[in-house]
């Protein structure tokens, strides 16, 4: 059974500090998505990662994939308070989608 | 484009009662998912739809139904509602036909409570 593994599911972190996300998954797969969602509302996409060794960045987050390892990252640098939401990690196995628990980020001042 | 709705967005519902959560999409996906995010948690796939005509069970299949019969619409219905049930589903729909394969828009969910 496909499992994906967030962690941390809580991270609270000051303004300028730089963290990573880690989203580990059980069965093969080179298609990952990252997601965010501020409270009480949908989800957004962030990044599309499709083979071993993507990395994509937008702003102060970037993503990457290690398929071998069954792993993907999502790195903060010098967070600000408008990144604070949760992120959603999302593996694809033949259309099957299957989300982590997410990581709720709190950026404080 | 509307690109994902949903509706309702609120409903309450009491134990036993049925009802269809209804998500269109505007953007000529074929591809279309339903979740369901209880509190705190992640999202489990419920059904989806490669195409109408076509669907498949999800990771939580139980206690609902689906239908596709046009590549708009992916109706989710409910049949004897149950406090089990008490949830936020969000739509979603996909084109995998392009470059960000299976890159899901959301549409804003249906906050659901049984009693």
């Known amino acids: 059974e496909l499992k994906v593994e967030q962690n941390p599911l809580f991270l609270s972190m000051q303004e300028g500090k730089n963290y990573t996300i880690y989203c580990n998954y059980s069965?093969?797969?080179?298609?990952l998505y990252w997601y965010r969602q501020d409270p009480g509302k949908s989800l957004e996409s962030l990044f599309v990662l499709l083979s071993n060794g993507a990395v994509k960045q937008e702003g102060r987050l970037m993503a990457s994939l290690d398929t071998k390892a069954r792993l993907s990252t999502l790195h903060i640098t010098a967070a600000v308070h408008d990144l604070s939401a949760t992120y959603f990690c999302a593996v694809d196995i033949d259309n099957d989608m299957r989300f982590g628990a997410g990581t709720r980020l709190t950026v404080k001042p | 484009n509307a690109g994902v709705t949903q509706t309702p967005k609120f409903r309450i519902l009491k134990i036993g009662q049925s009802m269809t959560l209804q998500c269109a999409q505007d953007m000529n996906h074929n591809y279309m998912y339903w979740y369901r995010q209880d509190p705190g948690m992640g999202l489990k796939l419920i059904y989806y739809s490669v195409g109408a005509g076509i669907t498949d069970k999800g990771e939580v299949p139980n206690g609902y139904n689906v239908s596709r019969s046009t590549t708009e619409d992916f109706p989710l219905r409910l049949e004897l509602a149950a406090p089990s049930q008490t949830s936020v589903y969000f739509c979603?729909?996909?084109?995998?036909?392009?470059?960000?394969?299976?890159?899901?828009?959301f549409g804003p969910g249906t906050r659901l409570t049984v009693l």
């Open positions: 979603a729909s996909s084109y995998p036909q392009d470059t960000s394969y299976n890159e899901q828009f």
């Open positions: 069965t093969t797969s080179d298609r």
